[in-house]
């Protein structure tokens, strides 16, 4: 079971990212997936989670309203759009599935003029 995550980079104040996962050795379809993050010197955060489906989501409500988490079962990935970055979002990004315990190794997303 591996987790890989890319998109992370660096942006403005405002400016907007897509982050992927890549599943393999699951059947990917059958589980939630979800996106944590984590801030230097700060606890790793749940940021958003899915559904097997796709048809429910969840958010933390820092990130409500700008971020949507969605999945392709076909391709075997999970998507973070992040729009209207703050610099309070610099972070790794990590994917994570709760079945399998299983993290990806992250990507960095630094938000900064």
């Known amino acids: 079971v591996q987790l890989k995550e890319s998109g992370g980079d660096l942006v403005q104040p405002g400016g907007s990212l897509r982050l992927s996962c890549k599943a393999s050795?699951?059947?990917?379809?059958?589980?939630?997936m979800s996106w944590y993050r984590q801030a230097p010197g700060k606890e790793r955060e749940l940021v958003a989670a899915?559904?097997?489906?796709?048809?429910?989501?969840h958010y933390v409500d820092s990130v409500k309203g700008r971020f949507t988490i969605s999945r392709d079962n076909i391709l075997n990935t999970v998507y973070l759009q992040m729009n209207s970055l703050k610099p309070e979002d610099t972070g790794m990004y990590y994917c994570y599935q709760s079945r399998f315990v299983v993290w990806g190794q992250g990507t960095q997303v630094t938000v900064s003029s």
């Open positions: 050795g699951f059947t990917f379809s059958s589980y939630a």
């Open positions: 899915i559904t097997n489906s796709g048809g429910g989501t």
